[in-house]
């Protein structure tokens, strides 16, 4: 009962925020977000700028640039879009990180089985990725020449993987009756 409560409020405020139009009340929510998360709110800052800024900058500079061929002035959109991805991207990893996201997804079966191998997938490429980072660390103490080709090798290391792990889940979820037609 209770968890049913936490999701459908997770929905409504996810949802009321998502429908918010104007940007005076988009500020408004995020302050009394920032109230309610005054403890974290420095690391889920960071956290929400790491995620979305690379994203949100091509998004931006595209509409900049359409915006300028087009002769439209396009700030009044370009910080509303921006502030309600950050306000979205906000909430939902404040949220989850007061509560689990496989016990969100509990309440079903296969999307308690598709978040358990999503999280495990994320979980074993992090630790990859960390295990790499410092591998180059200790191995470089300049940077040389030698970086790109150590990135090069990274990243084709992770799409091998990527790849054959992608096989692997498709034939373990068939398994369980996904994929049927």
């Known amino acids: 009962m209770k968890d049913n409560f936490i999701r459908i409020v997770f929905i409504i405020v996810f949802f009321i925020f998502l429908s918010l139009k104007n940007i005076e009340f988009i500020l408004w929510a995020l302050i009394v977000l920032a109230f309610f998360t005054f ?27 359409m915006a300028l061929i087009k002769d439209m002035n396009p700030w ?3 910080i509303y879009i921006n502030l309600k991805v950050y306000i979205l991207t906000y909430f939902v ?17 296969d999307l308690s089985y598709l978040t358990t191998i999503t999280l495990s997938q994320i979980y074993s490429y992090k630790k990859t990725f960390e295990d790499f980072k410092f ?6 103490y300049k ?9 090069t ?6 799409l091998e993987k990527a790849l054959k792990d992608s096989k692997e889940r498709t034939l373990a979820m068939k398994t369980r009756g ?4």
């Open 39 to 65: 403890r974290d709110f420095i690391k889920l800052n960071k956290r929400v700028l790491k995620s979305i800024i690379i994203f949100n900058l091509g998004v931006s500079l595209g509409y900049i640039i």
């Open 135 to 140: 591998a180059f660390k200790a191995r470089i």
């Open 178 to 181: 996904f994929f049927d037609d």
């Open 76 to 78: 009044h959109y370009i």
């Open 93 to 109: 990893f404040w949220f989850f990180s007061k509560y689990s996201v496989t016990k969100f997804m509990s309440f079903s079966k």
């Open 143 to 151: 940077l040389t020449d030698k970086s790109p080709k150590f990135i």
């Open 153 to 158: 090798r990274t990243f084709e290391f992770f």
